[in-house]
């Protein structure tokens, strides 16, 4: 989006989209392991996770770590390739990274730190392209925050019955059975702001398509998942991963539509 707003150059766009590949798999990489290692004495209470490496204990914390430092120093290695502005505010995403498993301990909302840590790159790749254009910059995250609240919690439903053995919080047990209705009321929020950041950003009709298709297949998921069967609970929140494709299809194909000269 911010490549479209500029007319930017198809290989400086196709740089930055290596570029923050990278850095999203290393650094959500980081995330799961530093998570793993905290939540160790807690993975081996889930059916789910009890044969995670460092729940089983296949690998040790020592080992785990000097893991965690390798992707730390490609995760530095990502954000030196970016103005110094952007360096910043990376590195003070690490904060929420790094604190991120501890709230599940005293909070019935860790989504929310999630969905804080998880969209920090909606900030960090409009700042990279020269884009600070907060119209469009606040909305897109606020959308996709209230997208990750719907679906890591309903990731949270496929684990609720062991997390209350094992003392782990979570939306999913603080929404119970009121979580369909307010999946509802944060899909329409998250479609509201991502339509608003689209005409802040005067998109087309790429982006408008993706939008309507992409708000039926959510409204879909949540009309369709079984809270209760964790196998439906898995299908429902790996639906997210082609939603986010078609919504980045229609972000392209206009930023391709408008440096060709068809917008």
């Known amino acids: 989006m911010a490549a479209y707003s500029i007319n930017a150059p198809l290989s400086q766009t196709l740089w930055m989209l290596a570029v923050f590949?990278?850095?999203?798999?290393?650094?959500?990489?980081?995330?799961?392991?530093?998570?793993?290692?905290?939540?160790?004495?807690?993975?081996?209470?889930?059916?789910?996770?009890?044969?995670?490496?460092?729940?089983?204990?296949?690998?040790?914390?020592?080992?785990?770590?000097?893991?965690?430092?390798?992707?730390?120093?490609?995760?530095?290695?990502?954000?030196?390739?970016?103005?110094?502005d952007c360096f910043l505010l990376g590195a003070s995403s690490l904060a929420l990274v790094g604190t991120y498993p501890l709230f599940k301990r005293f909070t019935y909302y860790p989504q929310v730190v999630l969905s804080a840590c998880f969209n920090w790159?909606?900030?960090?790749?409009?700042?990279?392209?020269?884009?600070?254009?907060?119209?469009?910059?606040?909305?897109?995250?606020?959308?996709?925050?209230?997208?990750?609240?719907?679906?890591?919690?309903?990731?949270?439903?496929?684990?609720?019955?062991?997390?209350?053995?094992?003392?782990?919080?979570?939306t999913a047990l603080a929404w119970g059975n009121n979580s369909k209705s307010i999946f509802k009321g944060l899909t329409a929020i998250q479609m509201g702001c991502f339509a608003l950041s689209g005409y802040m950003n005067t998109m087309g009709p790429g982006f408008a398509i993706s939008t309507i298709i992409g708000s039926y297949r959510l409204f879909q998921m949540i009309k369709k998942?079984?809270?209760?069967?964790?196998?439906?609970?898995?299908?429902?929140?790996?639906?997210?991963?082609?939603?986010g494709h078609l919504f980045f299809f229609g972000m392209f194909v206009d930023y391709l539509l408008k440096l060709f000269g068809f917008l």
């Open 121 to 170: 790159g909606i900030m960090l790749g409009s700042t990279a392209m020269g884009v600070w254009n907060w119209s469009v910059i606040l909305p897109l995250y606020f959308s996709s925050f209230c997208w990750t609240m719907v679906y890591d919690t309903i990731y949270a439903h496929q684990d609720k019955n062991f997390d209350v053995k094992a003392g782990i919080k979570s």
């Open 21 to 84: 590949g990278v850095g999203s798999i290393v650094m959500r990489g980081a995330g799961c392991t530093i998570n793993d290692i905290l939540d160790r004495n807690l993975d081996n209470k889930v059916v789910r996770t009890i044969e995670r490496p460092l729940a089983s204990g296949r690998v040790s914390v020592k080992q785990a770590s000097i893991f965690l430092l390798g992707q730390l120093s490609v995760g530095l290695m990502v954000l030196l390739q970016l103005p110094l």
């Open 225 to 243: 998942v079984d809270l209760d069967d964790p196998q439906s609970c898995w299908n429902s929140f790996q639906s997210n991963i082609n939603t």
